[in-house]
């Protein structure tokens, strides 16, 4: 039987398999339009200085599926997540550039916090101030509807108190969910890697998102609780929920992604099944250009020739190192 903590976040086909068919006849290409797309990105610009992070002409990612973000270090992962959940303004705003919408309902000029209640939640990793709060209090924090944020129900006592009760009820069902009730007096601070994964992911869940973004949930997460992580994602997309993530480990972006998008140097540069997009050129030449140490998770790729531009690239930069020595 299927959580009933995330009912409201049910959207779509009911069949997970069936929403994946549908990316069957999508192009694999950058900024490919797709069936069903919950958020939809046009021109989104974003410079620091002189190096420009974000240059996103467009861009879907489709309802109900697990969409994979990934690119070489650098390329604007983390300024992208941060421009579409409100946490980072775009350079291109204001000029009638940017554009991007979420369930259809434009979020340009929306802050974080009602990004959030439109039901686009992003995980955090965990600061100091939060490693110092008990494992429950981090999830409260997390609920979307906390009596503060409404005036009716901060001056009504029995209002408040209710909302409180059900915030506690469903924070005691979801730790119980990620394995970690047990937990839950503990300092934030004191968890695995692995298990202050689980714990972002669950505080995200307290605000029954429609849609969650996952900053590298394999981050520093031992093997013992990799297969446990991987479950939970594939779980809350097999419920309905749309996932979006960025991460490194290439063996996870092939494990459970349905889709994926790679970006470079700001861009989009190539969108497909994982199987597909790794091998593509761009892609290939993305990694390579940008570091070597990248393990696509597929050794097939580092053919002969692919080895010896490798080697030639080595020996450039210890000749050069040498040289400055
Ligand atoms: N606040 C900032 N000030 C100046 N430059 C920044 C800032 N944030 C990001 N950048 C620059 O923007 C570019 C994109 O960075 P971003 O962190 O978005 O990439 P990323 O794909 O998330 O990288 P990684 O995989 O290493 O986390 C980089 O060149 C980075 O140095």
Do not use: C
């Not at 086909?13 to 490919?32: Q, T």
């Not at 601070?189 to 996952?214: F, V």
């Not at 996870?252 to 593509?280: L, N």
Request: proline content about 5%.
């Amino acid at each position: 039987m299927s959580d009933p903590t995330l009912a409201p976040a049910r959207t779509g086909l009911a069949d997970p398999a069936a929403r994946r068919a549908l990316m069957a006849d999508v192009p694999r290409e950058p900024g490919a339009p797709k069936p069903d797309p919950i958020l939809e990105v046009d021109r989104i610009v974003r410079n620091f200085g002189g190096v420009t992070a974000v240059d996103v002409e467009h861009v879907e990612v489709q309802r109900g599926i697990i969409t994979a973000l990934i690119g070489p270090n650098g390329a604007g992962k983390t300024t992208f997540f941060n421009l579409i959940t409100g946490f980072d303004r775009p350079t291109s705003a204001g000029r009638g550039g940017a554009r991007w919408s979420f369930e259809g309902k434009e979020l340009g000029k929306t802050s974080a916090s009602r990004v959030a209640l439109a039901g686009m939640v992003r995980t955090f990793q965990l600061t100091k101030a939060l490693s110092r709060m008990t494992v429950m209090d981090n999830m409260l924090l997390g609920a979307r509807d906390q009596a503060g944020e409404n005036l009716l129900k901060s001056v009504v006592r029995p209002l408040w108190r209710s909302q409180e009760k059900a915030n506690t009820e469903k924070a005691l069902e979801l730790l119980e969910r990620f394995k970690l009730l047990e937990k839950k007096d503990d300092f934030a601070g004191s968890l695995s890697g692995g298990q202050r994964k689980l714990l972002e992911m669950a505080r995200a869940l307290m605000s029954d998102p429609t849609m969650i973004m996952l900053d590298e949930p394999m981050a520093g997460v031992n093997p013992a609780l990799t297969q446990s992580l991987l479950g939970h994602i594939q779980s809350l997309r097999d419920e309905g929920m749309t996932v979006l993530f960025v991460e490194h480990d290439m063996h996870m972006v092939r494990h459970i992604s349905d889709w994926v998008v790679v970006m470079a140097e700001g861009k989009v540069v190539a969108e497909g099944p994982a199987d597909t997009v790794m091998s593509d050129p761009a892609v290939i030449d993305a990694y390579l250009g940008a570091h070597h140490d990248t393990d696509l998770g597929d050794d097939a790729l580092l053919n002969d020739e692919v080895q010896e531009q490798l080697a030639d690239e080595v020996a450039a930069e210890d000749a050069q190192r040498k040289e400055q020595a």
